[in-house]
């Protein structure tokens, strides 16, 4: 092999990597030890500590953990090589493939705990060490889009497949009708053409206000702070 060249078995560890380096983080805030100078070390609460190992431990799982097995993964390769895969999927999942029923519920709940595990990590833990400052405004409002479309349509694919909804006695079943729903929900609209029709797809609807409401609680310091340095450098 010539030297230099990237072997299967460097791209394989380049995996494990990734992901043994959000176990390293948990272990560090469970020491008491996160971040790491130069910034301060802080200690946290029990509970605290329970909520961040958390979300370490499904980052670490996450799918795109994957792609370190291509290239070492930045902003640029995240959104081109996981994020808009993940799109073109739940709507192929959503408009073509409905009869995948286990499989389009089963990817829809796994990309929304993973665009919500990934946010809050970002917010909660990433952010204590690298700050703001390395925020690209237009690449982070592309994968902004691109992740508020994959929430919609991941709870269209749960609303169509698993929740019950009516409309005057006219039960929701076509691909449009859920996306629709989803978006009124999201925006907290809220027509009333569409409506619960049992206690769970009522649960359904709360979760997806919830994830709306965390979704945007965590984008917003990076956009408040992209603006500040703006307003500073004039």
Request: with cysteine; net charge positive.
């Amino acid at each position: 092999m010539g030297r230099g060249k990237i072997t299967f078995a460097d791209r394989f560890c380049g995996i494990l990597k990734q992901a043994g380096h959000d176990r390293e983080i948990c272990r560090l805030i469970r020491q008491d030890n996160y971040p790491q100078p130069p910034q301060q070390p802080r200690k946290r609460s029990r509970l605290e500590k329970l909520l961040l190992c958390a979300l370490l431990l499904v980052r670490s799982t996450s799918p795109s953990n994957l792609i370190a097995f291509f290239s070492p993964i930045d902003e640029v390769f995240l959104i081109d090589c996981y994020v808009l895969p993940w799109v073109m999927l739940l709507s192929v999942l959503l408009f073509v493939w409905t009869p995948a029923y286990w499989a389009a519920l089963l990817l829809a709940i796994l990309r929304i705990v993973d665009i919500i595990d990934y946010r809050l990590c970002v917010l909660l833990i990433d952010s204590e060490v690298e700050g703001w400052k390395s925020f690209s405004p237009a690449r982070s409002t592309i994968a902004f889009f691109f992740n508020l479309y994959e929430i919609i349509t991941a709870y269209a694919i749960l609303y169509l497949t698993i929740g019950h909804f009516a409309n005057n006695n006219k039960a929701l079943k076509t691909p449009v009708q859920a996306l629709y729903f989803s978006v009124v929900t999201m925006a907290t609209v809220g027509y009333g053409d569409f409506v619960p029709t049992d206690d769970f797809s009522r649960l359904l609807v709360v979760l997806q206000l919830a994830t709306g409401l965390i979704f945007v609680l965590a984008i917003a310091p990076a956009v408040l702070s992209f603006i500040g340095n703006r307003l500073q450098a004039k």
